[in-house]
Every structure is written in C-alpha cells, then in structure tokens.
C-alpha cells in the first residue's frame, strides 16, 4: 500500500531520483529503520515537494489582498525591474529579473512564516541525543516541531509577531535579509533540508509577478480568516474566492 501511494507520487510530483530510492528499497524488502538513508527518512521529505508551493500562494495571495499597500508595493517593485531590465510586460520574468525583486521575495517569505505549508514537521531520533537546550531524546522517540507555531512565539519574531509585515525580511537598503532556519525552519534546516527551496522560490515569484503586473485581487470570501485544513500541507479551507480586477496601470 505504502508502495503504491510513493509510486502515485512519484508520477504526479516527478521527484524520480528521490522516490526511486526508496521504492527500491521497500521493493527488495530491505526494512526501512535499519538502513542508514531510511534512518533519517521521514514521510514528509516525499510528500514536501507535493502541493506546497500552492499552500504558499494561497496563504500569500489571501494575505497581500488583505493589505492593499503590499499589493502595491509589489507591482511597483516589478514596474521598476521590468524599468531596469528593458523587457516587456509580455515576456516572462527572467532569473536575474526575479532575483531583483526583494519585496515580492520578502512578501512571500512572511506569509509562509505565518502559514508554513508544512506546518508541523516529525522526525523519528536515530540514537539517544540531547536537544541544544538540555533536552533528551531517546532512540526511537519522535521529535515534532510546529512552523506554525513558532511563528507566534513573541521571543523569536517580536510583539507583531502575528502581523504580517514583508518589512521585518528587509534590510535599509530594501535588500533582502535571511534567517536561520533553525527560527524560521519553514524548509526544515540541517543536512535535510527542503532540496527544491530554490526552485520553489522560481515558481512562486514569476507567478505571483506575471499575475500582480497585471490584475489586482480582493478576496471574498467573507471576513476574518479562512478556516486552516492541517493535512500534510497547511491548506485553506473553503478555496481562495477572488475578485480580480486589471491593474490601471497595466498595460497590456
Ligand atoms: C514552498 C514550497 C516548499 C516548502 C515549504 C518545502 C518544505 C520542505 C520541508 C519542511 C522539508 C523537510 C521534510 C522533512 O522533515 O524531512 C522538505 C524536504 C524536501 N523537499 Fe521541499 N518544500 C517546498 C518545495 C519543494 C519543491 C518544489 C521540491 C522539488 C522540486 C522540494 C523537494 C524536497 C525534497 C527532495 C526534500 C527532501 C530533502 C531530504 O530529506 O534530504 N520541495 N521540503
């Protein structure tokens, strides 16, 4: 059963090299908790790469039309780039066009702070270990930690710890500022750390900047905040209902 669900993946997702590895594994009847590779393995390291992209926009399309001065700053941001660059509002954003975009970079990076598509994160301990802060762990015991969660927490992210705020991922230059994952482990940290961060962060800018070019978006479905589905992706419950409406300033 277990096969047959890693295989579906594996076709809808395209991970091959990840999914192979371990359905040749549980093909040959190897048992999974003795190999040193299945050791470390958790389900989520497959199931990762699997709709978490779109839990991300989701969250941060809902967000940002909350917040129409974020919206703007957006599309300004992309009217500057596409400015410098010399390209047209008809081609699609290119690498260096992307990279230039820091507040649509930090826009993104804040709703996933505030909803993690994977929200919750449980990994199995190898050997008895003790935590950085004094805490033991046990052989076989299971570690979870919440994104979600720490996203909350006063003592990491500040009194606005609940605000969504792109500003806080900004240096004074407007230049984008990382953070440990180890506080923002919205890509898991240490060696097994999210391997498709960069290629998501592609997707999800040139499709936030080819649809903020042109349209601007107020969400409608009623007030307050959508109800949070915790399945393996933090989901939205009820769908993002939407108006959209061209931009003034688009021109095409
Ligand atoms: C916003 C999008 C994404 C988020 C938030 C995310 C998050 C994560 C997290 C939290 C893990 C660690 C899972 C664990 O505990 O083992 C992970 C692992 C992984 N992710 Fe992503 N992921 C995203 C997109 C992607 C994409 C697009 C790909 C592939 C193209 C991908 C490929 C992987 C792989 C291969 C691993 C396993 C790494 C390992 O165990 O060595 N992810 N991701």
Redesign the pocket.
Same mark, same amino acid.
């Given at each position: 059963m277990a096969y047959i669900q890693m295989k579906s993946i594996v076709a809808s997702? +395209? &991970?091959p +090299?990840?999914v192979l590895s371990l359905t040749l594994r549980m093909e040959a009847g190897l048992p999974m908790k003795r190999r040193r590779a299945s050791a %470390?393995?958790?389900? %989520? #390291?497959?199931? *990762? +790469? =699997?709709d %978490?992209?779109s #839990? *991300?926009?989701t969250w941060f399309f809902w967000l940002v039309s909350g917040q129409p001065d974020v919206e703007d700053r957006i599309a300004r941001e992309i009217r500057a780039v596409r400015a410098s660059s010399g390209s047209t509002d008809a081609a699609a954003f290119s690498f260096d066009e992307l990279r230039e975009m820091h507040y649509l970079h930090a826009a993104i990076t804040e709703a996933?702070r505030l909803y !993690? !598509?994977?929200a919750m994160? #449980? &990994?199995c301990c190898q050997n008895d270990d003790v935590l950085p802060d004094g805490t033991f762990v046990g052989k076989g015991w299971q570690v979870t930690y919440s *994104?979600y969660a720490m996203a909350r927490l006063e003592e990491l992210w500040g009194a606005d710890c609940e605000e969504f705020r792109p500003e806080r991922w900004l240096d004074e230059d407007g230049v984008f500022r990382p953070e440990s994952p180890f506080k923002y !482990?919205?890509? &898991?940290g240490g !060696? =097994?750390?999210?391997? +498709?961060?960069e290629? *998501?962060?592609i997707?999800?800018k040139s499709i936030a900047a080819c649809v903020f070019e042109r349209f601007s978006f107020r969400f409608v479905g009623g007030e307050g905040r959508p109800g949070l589905v915790f399945s393996v992706?933090l989901r939205m419950e009820g769908g993002l209902p939407m108006r959209v409406k061209k931009r003034r300033d688009s021109v095409c």
């Amino acid at each position: 059963m277990a096969y047959i669900q890693m295989k579906s993946i594996v076709a809808s997702e +395209g &991970h091959p +090299g990840l999914v192979l590895s371990l359905t040749l594994r549980m093909e040959a009847g190897l048992p999974m908790k003795r190999r040193r590779a299945s050791a %470390t393995w958790s389900p %989520t #390291s497959v199931l *990762a +790469g =699997r709709d %978490t992209t779109s #839990s *991300a926009l989701t969250w941060f399309f809902w967000l940002v039309s909350g917040q129409p001065d974020v919206e703007d700053r957006i599309a300004r941001e992309i009217r500057a780039v596409r400015a410098s660059s010399g390209s047209t509002d008809a081609a699609a954003f290119s690498f260096d066009e992307l990279r230039e975009m820091h507040y649509l970079h930090a826009a993104i990076t804040e709703a996933m702070r505030l909803y !993690p !598509p994977v929200a919750m994160d #449980s &990994h199995c301990c190898q050997n008895d270990d003790v935590l950085p802060d004094g805490t033991f762990v046990g052989k076989g015991w299971q570690v979870t930690y919440s *994104a979600y969660a720490m996203a909350r927490l006063e003592e990491l992210w500040g009194a606005d710890c609940e605000e969504f705020r792109p500003e806080r991922w900004l240096d004074e230059d407007g230049v984008f500022r990382p953070e440990s994952p180890f506080k923002y !482990p919205v890509f &898991h940290g240490g !060696p =097994r750390m999210c391997l +498709g961060k960069e290629m *998501a962060y592609i997707q999800m800018k040139s499709i936030a900047a080819c649809v903020f070019e042109r349209f601007s978006f107020r969400f409608v479905g009623g007030e307050g905040r959508p109800g949070l589905v915790f399945s393996v992706t933090l989901r939205m419950e009820g769908g993002l209902p939407m108006r959209v409406k061209k931009r003034r300033d688009s021109v095409c």
